[in-house]
């Protein structure tokens, strides 16, 4: 079974700082490996999803994030945080067949951004 | 453009009451279509999945069911709610993305309904 791991319930950075939410997996097979944003009330928005390829995958709103397989990480980051950046950030990694993804999630990180 | 619709948004049912939820996709034909759930501290659960009408899967036991009646409509159920059945319920269907063909297919979820079991 897949497993998604967030370090960090609670993140706080100050605007323009950079941001960095941490997310470990584990798979025994090649991942598909994604980050959500979850503005409150609303559903969940995709960032970004590393396939194959390219390791740094770069997202939306900035945020890019890097699949390191040596490390079982796929951390987000985005050089400069801006208040709009507040938000629940959720890390999943799929099982199933590419068109039937079955994500598992982790149990997400807050970002607080500090003016 | 595909769009996908939740309702309610959010709901309040004592324990023992029976519950609906449903969700339907604007857009697309033959979706492959997710309910999640969120508690309160935790991540999502993937629930139930459906590749087709009347084609269900359920991934954890439980005390909910789910229905596809029509190609685009999925439904969540459960005949008497419990207090672990709080929280926010998500549905979701694999598509493209609108606007980022980097993407590729992926999920994409509804605004949700948030279920508080009393």
């Known amino acids: 079974a897949q497993s998604v791991t967030q370090l960090g319930s609670h993140v706080s950075v100050s605007e323009g700082a950079l941001v960095l939410l941490r997310c470990n997996y584990s798979s025994s097979v090649p991942p598909y490996l994604f980050w959500y944003v979850q503005y409150p009330n609303q559903g969940l928005q995709l960032l970004l999803k590393y396939t194959t390829g390219a390791t740094l995958v770069k997202g939306i709103n900035g945020f890019e994030a890097e699949f390191k397989k040596s490390e079982t990480s796929f951390h987000l980051t985005k050089p400069s945080a801006h208040m709009s950046d507040a938000a629940e950030y959720f890390c999943?990694?799929?099982?199933?067949?590419?068109?039937?993804?079955?994500?598992?999630f982790g149990t997400g990180t807050r970002l607080t951004i500090i003016p | 453009s595909q769009t996908i619709h939740q309702w309610p948004a959010t709901l309040v049912q004592p324990v023992g009451s029976p519950l609906s939820l449903e969700c339907t996709v604007e857009g697309t034909s033959n979706p492959n279509l997710y309910w999640y759930r969120q508690a309160a501290g935790r991540g999502l659960q993937l629930l139930f999945y459906?590749?087709?009408?009347?084609?269900i899967s359920s991934e954890v036991p439980q005390n909910l069911s789910a229905s596809r009646p029509q190609d685009r409509q999925f439904i969540l159920s459960s005949k008497k709610l419990l207090l672990s059945d709080s929280g926010f319920y998500l549905c979701?269907?694999?598509?493209?993305?609108?606007?980022?063909?980097?993407?590729?297919?992926?999920?994409?979820f509804g605004p949700g309904t948030r279920l508080t079991v009393l």
């Open positions: 459906s590749v087709g009408i009347g084609q």
């Open positions: 999943a990694v799929s099982e199933g067949q590419p068109g039937n993804e079955k994500l598992t």
């Open positions: 979701a269907w694999i598509g493209p993305a609108s606007g980022r063909p980097w993407f590729g297919d992926t999920q994409y």
